[in-house]
């Protein structure tokens, strides 16, 4: 995971806007944002791949095409400059964009078995009451011994799904 200093806590008047990036500009537009001084969040994940049979791991963004800035109101031009930013938007409920992608960055921090699920369908809303995302919640998308919960970042109708057992997750 990518993220520059202070990105986890709105201060002041930055506010979240969601960078849709060109394709596969992401680490680009934070290397630009991070030069000028912007707070970006770019949560990644690693991929293998083999080649020539060597297993080379990279890091790659867990939603491609979206970088995450916080802003202040004149800083949004000069990203948008950029030849990275195919278009700029803006959120409209800070705190539940802030607290989902909190979520998020937990689930790449405790380092399971994640991946991109970029349709959210509708579920059972749990808690997961055990193991390394205790707290978080989520919605069921599958069950079968172990589910698997969907973290939603909803403003742009992406969610990322991990493996749970079903013991550790909890209805609310």
Not at 10 to 23: I, K, Q, S
Not at 64 to 90: E, G, M, T, W
Not at 133 to 144: I, N
Request: include cysteine.
């Amino acid at each position: 995971m990518e993220e520059t200093e202070a990105s986890s806590s709105l201060t002041g008047e930055h506010l979240w806007c969601v960078a849709h990036t060109r394709p596969r500009c992401e680490k680009k537009l934070v290397q630009y944002a991070q030069r000028e001084g912007f707070h970006t969040t770019l949560p990644c994940i690693d991929s293998v791949h083999k080649y020539r049979g060597k297993l080379v791991t990279f890091q790659k963004p867990l939603f491609p095409n979206y970088v995450f800035l916080q802003l202040l109101k004149h800083q949004r031009q000069k990203i948008c400059q950029s030849n990275y930013v195919a278009n700029l938007l803006d959120v409209p409920d800070q705190g539940e964009f802030q607290d989902q992608l909190k979520d998020i960055l937990a689930a790449v921090e405790a380092e399971v078995d994640i991946r991109l699920a970029p349709q959210i369908t509708i579920g059972t809303k749990v808690i997961i009451k055990g193991g390394p995302l205790s707290g978080l919640e989520g919605w069921v998308e599958k069950r079968e011994g172990i589910c698997t919960v969907l973290l939603r970042l909803d403003f742009i109708g992406q969610a990322a799904a991990v493996k749970v057992n079903a013991n550790d997750l909890e209805l609310i």
